[in-house]
Structure formats: C-alpha cells, structure tokens
C-alpha cells in the first residue's frame, strides 16, 4: 500500500458534532479538503454558517445541520437529514459544553448540565450514528474527542473530567460490541489547545505560565497537532486500531520533577547505608 493509500479517507460521508468552532470546525475544514462531504453538527447556526464559508472553496461539500446534542429527538432528524444523500460511515464527535467551577461551589444542576452535553450527548450521537451501519452491517469509523484530563485528577473541571472518563469507557464497550460488525472507535483526549473556548484563560500571562511549564513540550499545541491525530483514526492505515485512548497533550499529563535534574546531579537521595 502506498502511502497515499495508506493515509486515505474511505468515507464518502462524515458526520462532525460541534463543528461551529475550534476542533471540530477545524477537522470539518480538513475532511473538506480531503474531498469528504461532511455533515457539520451543531447548536449555533451563525458559527455552522461560518464553518461553510471556510470550507466554500474546498473539493468535499460542507452542509451544516443545526442540532443539539443532548435532544436525543434533535439527533435523529439530524441523522435522517444526512442519510437522505446516505448513510455517513465516519463520525468526529467533538461536540462539548465546558464550565470550568470548583467542585465545593458547583451546583447539581450545572454538574448534570456539564455531563448531559459531554456523555449522554456523546451516546446519543455515536448510538445513532451507527444504527443504520449494524442493521446493514457496514464498516465505520467513529473518533470521540475527549480529554486529557479524563482519566487525571484535574481541579476545577471534575464535571467534564466525569463526563469525559465515561466516554472513554463507552468508547472501549462499544469498540467491543460493535467490532464484529467492522466498526471502530477510538478516543481521542486533546490537551492544552487555546480554541474558543479556552482562549481567554489561556492568554492570561500567569495561567499560561503555569500552563507551560506543566507541559514537558514547555507550548500549547497548534489546532494542526490535534487534528492529525483525529483524522488518523478515520483513514486506512488506522484499519486495526479500536478502543484506542489518545492522549495528544505535549506530555502534561506526564509527571513533573518533584527533585529537580540539578538536585539528583547534586548527589540528593542517592545515598546508601
């Protein structure tokens, strides 16, 4: 297989969730250049309009289709939408909402909010998704956007850090079920990326500092590093890979040092009886 066969899309129809800004409006513009036509999910119709005009120029069609995740009655008329030009064997899952609150002050209400829009959102869509694939057993691709702190303990996010470690675990199960039938998905967990939603804090100069120096790459990571990985799982050369976790961070979920490197050089703890 040549590489250009490897490293190809064999779907003619994807469906992107949250493709009006930051990750999913930038795979939805990468699979349009690809020659995909692709279906982009999302809540705000002003932004969905926004992410066609970006991709107006591209070889695949982009048709925007306003829906909300957590309808699961929105989801299926999305879907029936889509399958009217047929059944769409790739699915980019990015849809999430992300209020960042510290767990002594967060409500009930925003913490059922937080996990409805990231989990059950997520179900509801990957579910649909591939009904039409298992009724017709047909191979598809799925790829759910997580994040790196769903499986971390990360302060002030453990509403999303819950809804994300249960899309984890519900990507293996189904990766599981539905893998007889030639269905994949996989995980994929984004680190430190400044998009829309993050932009404002991640420009801030203190929290930005503390940022980088969490991650061992010392920068945040450029929309391109994170959809490469994404699209990956959706080409041939990913043809074995399901059930996959992902975690695309620069290494902010690696260990930082507790002794610094000039403190072992020193000759600290490294005495012996």
Same mark, same amino acid.
């Given at each position: 297989?040549?590489?250009?066969?490897?490293?190809?899309?064999?779907?003619?129809?994807?469906? @992107?969730?949250?493709?009006?800004?930051?990750?999913?409006?930038?795979?939805?513009?990468?699979?349009?250049?690809?020659?995909?036509?692709?279906?982009?999910?999302?809540?705000?119709?002003?932004?969905?309009?926004?992410?066609?005009?970006?991709?107006?120029?591209?070889?695949?069609?982009?048709?925007?289709?306003?829906?909300?995740?957590?309808?699961?009655?929105?989801?299926?008329?999305?879907?029936?939408? @889509?399958?009217?030009?047929?059944?769409?064997?790739?699915?980019?899952?990015?849809?999430?909402?992300?209020?960042?609150?510290?767990?002594?002050?967060?409500?009930?209400?925003?913490?059922?909010?937080?996990?409805?829009?990231?989990l059950f959102?997520?179900?509801?869509?990957?579910?649909?998704?591939?009904?039409?694939?298992?009724?017709?057993?047909?191979?598809?691709?799925?790829?759910?956007?997580?994040?790196?702190?769903?499986?971390?303990?990360?302060?002030?996010?453990?509403?999303?850090?819950?809804?994300?470690?249960?899309i984890e675990?519900?990507?293996?199960?189904?990766?599981? %079920?539905?893998?007889?039938?030639?269905?994949?998905?996989?995980?994929?967990?984004?680190?430190?990326?400044?998009? %829309?939603k993050s932009?404002?804090?991640?420009?801030?100069?203190? @929290?930005?500092?503390?940022?980088?120096?969490?991650?061992?790459?010392?920068?945040?990571?450029?929309?391109?590093?994170? @959809?490469?990985?994404?699209?990956?799982?959706?080409?041939?050369?990913?043809?074995?890979?399901?059930?996959?976790?992902?975690?695309?961070?620069?290494?902010?979920?690696?260990?930082?040092?507790?002794?610094?490197?000039?403190?072992?050089?020193?000759?600290?703890?490294?005495?012996?009886?």
């Open positions: 297989m040549t590489p250009a066969e490897l490293f190809s899309i064999p779907h003619d129809r994807v469906v @992107v969730t949250g493709a009006g800004s930051g990750i999913g409006r930038a795979v939805t513009c990468v699979l349009a250049e690809a020659g995909v036509s692709v279906y982009a999910f999302g809540r705000r119709v002003e932004a969905l309009d926004e992410t066609v005009a970006l991709t107006s120029q591209a070889p695949g069609r982009v048709t925007a289709v306003r829906c909300d995740v957590t309808d699961p009655d929105e989801v299926a008329a999305a879907f029936e939408c @889509v399958e009217r030009d047929g059944v769409a064997t790739g699915l980019v899952n990015a849809a999430a909402q992300m209020v960042k609150s510290p767990a002594r002050s967060m409500t009930a209400e925003m913490f059922q909010q937080v996990v409805a829009s990231t959102g997520g179900f509801n869509v990957v579910h649909r998704w591939a009904q039409p694939l298992l009724d017709d057993d047909r191979s598809g691709a799925a790829v759910m956007i997580t994040s790196n702190s769903a499986s971390r303990g990360t302060p002030g996010v453990s509403h999303s850090s819950a809804g994300k470690a249960g675990s519900l990507t293996q199960s189904l990766a599981r %079920e539905w893998g007889p039938h030639g269905i994949r998905i996989n995980a994929v967990g984004p680190g430190a990326f400044p998009v %829309e932009r404002d804090a991640w420009s801030n100069p203190g @929290v930005a500092a503390r940022m980088q120096e969490a991650i061992a790459l010392g920068r945040f990571g450029e929309l391109h590093e994170i @959809v490469g990985p994404i699209v990956f799982f959706l080409t041939r050369g990913a043809g074995y890979a399901t059930g996959q976790r992902l975690r695309v961070d620069g290494g902010l979920g690696l260990t930082r040092w507790s002794l610094t490197e000039s403190d072992i050089e020193s000759g600290i703890n490294n005495s012996y009886s």
